[in-house]
């Protein structure tokens, strides 16, 4: 693969890796830091408004199970009934959600819990105009459908004052986690406002300036990221919300070698997180450490069909690097399988298209039997 190649990976996987910064600090963090009312709260504003269809992802679903199950049919707290299967998945599959959402008609979505796990939902949902943001707090997003739903500034500013009565720490933390989810949702003038609040409550909090390293890669500034993530790293060498956003920071400054080291510490605390796997397999790539790449893209692929997730972006990535190692027979194989999926994005698909035909070119000037 030539320079060309390797431009058209690093956009595609560019664009990824941003949106992954965006929202891996949630998930780094883990569903324990986002307390405070807590689901409970949710189920008010969703009473407030007179929801009646709610689409709750898999951690808002559990925890509505537990504190107020009258709020879902008696088959919907079945987690394993297929239907509560469907709904969990279509985090992970826009098309999927929209079929459901044509059934149901939601008039809200619950999404809780680590935001990588409903990352294309999420920016699917800020990319269309039929859905608006209609609620943040440290413990949740809420989408409503219709602009009238929409969450205005005053009313930002009095959930932030709700959190008045909670402990320093505690209310440091929640403050930091609705401003991630505030960046997952594209209002970054409102996450600033809020991560001052933050600051102001606990200037010290690893997780408050993790938050604000979050906030800078949203906007590009990688150098205030790295120092943010700095920040973090000195109150707690191994806090992996700001390992994550500093090997994000160096990701995109061009310091791949930096990175890499990064992100190995980051999978030896989480060798099995599908984030830090990704990122791990993207990054090893650009240092061309091709093998390393390859195992853990198939150990992605696995962990994804056990799930029941999407497999062909993956499928992609893992035919580019057998290509580079010279494996192209079982390039074109991988390849072939992602473009036979229909549900593939055009850009992944367009991707696949030109490594397909590069892995061609490289084998016809192979030596014979090779």
């Known amino acids: 693969m030539n320079r060309v190649m390797n431009r058209a990976r690093s956009g595609w996987w560019g664009g990824c890796l941003g949106l992954w910064a965006l929202l891996c600090l949630g998930a780094c963090r883990g569903g324990g830091e986002r307390q405070g009312p807590g689901v409970q709260g949710v189920l008010e504003v969703l009473r407030e408004h007179s929801a009646r269809a709610v689409y709750f992802n898999a951690q808002a679903h559990a925890d509505v199970v537990a504190a107020n199950p009258d709020w879902l049919a008696e088959g919907d707290r079945q987690p394993k009934s297929a239907r509560v299967r469907a709904m969990a998945q279509a985090v992970q599959s826009p098309g999927l959600f929209r079929q459901l959402d044509r059934q149901e008609h939601f008039d809200a979505l619950v999404l809780a819990g680590d935001p990588t796990l409903y990352r294309p939902l999420s920016e699917h949902l800020w990319k269309t105009e039929d859905w608006v943001l209609g609620w943040a707090d440290g413990y949740a997003v809420v989408y409503r459908r219709g602009a009238a739903s929409a969450l205005t500034l005053e009313r930002m500013r009095a959930v932030v004052e709700s959190s008045g009565r909670m402990p320093t720490e505690q209310r440091g933390r929640w403050l930091a986690a609705m401003a991630d989810g505030l960046v997952g949702a594209r209002r970054l003038e409102w996450a600033a406002e809020v991560l001052e609040a933050a600051q102001k409550v606990d200037g010290g909090s690893p997780a408050v300036w993790a938050s604000r390293a979050g906030y800078h890669l949203a906007r590009g ?37 930096d990175a890499y080291q990064i992100s190995v510490r980051l999978l030896e605390d989480a060798p099995e997180d599908p984030v830090m796997l990704f990122t791990h397999a993207n990054i090893a790539h650009e240092v061309s450490a091709f093998q390393e790449e390859i195992a853990v893209l198939r150990k992605l692929i696995g962990i994804a069909t056990r799930e029941g997730r999407p497999v062909s972006g993956y499928r992609v990535y893992l035919g580019q690097a057998l290509g580079r190692v010279g494996k192209g027979e079982e390039a074109l194989l991988e390849l072939q399988g992602a473009l036979d999926d229909p549900e593939l994005p055009p850009n992944q698909r367009a991707f696949a298209l030109d490594a397909r035909e590069r892995v061609r070119t490289n084998m016809r000037g192979l030596p014979p039997g090779q």
């Open 221 to 257: 500034e990688w150098g205030a990221a790295i120092g943010a993530a700095d920040r973090a790293l000195k109150r707690e060498g191994r806090f992996r919300p700001a390992l994550s956003a500093k090997a994000q920071g160096l990701y995109k400054m061009g310091r791949f070698g």
